[in-house]
């Protein structure tokens, strides 16, 4: 007996429009004041630089991942504890929410090679290194080429070169004077809300004509 005909599945109808998109931002000195010796406040104490949270909110509500790197120095040379930075971690992340700001994932490294026992580790997340950038490119499948990446360092920047993203440099924070790196950001802003709004407009022109 002939089995019945059995139609063929239908392909995969193509995705339209652009790719996702990602924004990696510095935490401490892009968007929170760092404390007189550098390190992270306590989170009832935190202060934001002006217009930060609003521009946080723009973006993500345009559809742009929200992803947070920095090397956390203060605690991988253990002037800090992993237990202080996982509470204000959790505050931050916790306010953030309350404002509608959802971030995609959290790339911050407590680890450096060169740092306390127990923290000198090498992990795929240290800046400049650029596994934070693959690995969302990788997991979300976001373009690199149209993504951005905003810090007051040279360190965060360059990962962000070496991963094809676009730049901006911040003048809060260390306001790109720490000299690590040789580094030409695309865009330069006095804060990160200012950044926000310039790799918004570039992206816009990027994407119609990808």
């Not at 090679?113 to 979300?140: C, K, W």
């Not at 440099?169 to 926000?196: C, S, W």
Request: charged share 20%.
């Amino acid at each position: 007996m002939t089995a019945p005909f059995q139609p063929s599945p239908r392909p995969a109808q193509p995705s339209w429009g652009p790719p996702p998109r990602g924004v990696f931002v510095d935490i401490l000195g892009t968007l929170v004041r760092p404390t007189e010796t550098g390190g992270f406040p306590h989170i009832d104490e935190a202060q934001y630089y002006d217009g930060v949270l609003d521009g946080l909110f723009r973006v993500t509500q345009a559809s742009w991942n929200l992803y947070l790197v920095g090397n956390i120095d203060s605690v991988a040379f253990g002037r800090q504890t992993v237990e202080d930075w996982t509470a204000f971690q959790s505050g931050f992340r916790a306010h953030l929410k309350g404002l509608g700001i959802r971030v995609r994932r959290d790339y911050t490294c407590l680890d450096n090679p060169e740092g306390i026992e127990g923290q000198n580790r090498d992990s795929v997340y240290f800046l400049p290194g650029t596994g934070a950038m693959h690995h969302a490119a990788q997991a979300d499948g976001v373009s690199l080429a149209l993504s951005g990446v905003i810090g007051d360092s040279s360190t965060e920047l360059v990962a962000g070169w070496r991963a094809g993203c676009r730049l901006a440099g911040v003048r809060t924070g260390k306001g790109l004077k720490d000299g690590h790196f040789h580094v030409d950001p695309e865009f330069t802003a006095e804060t990160a809300a200012g950044a926000f709004g310039a790799i918004s407009r570039d992206m816009t022109i990027l994407r119609r004509t990808a």
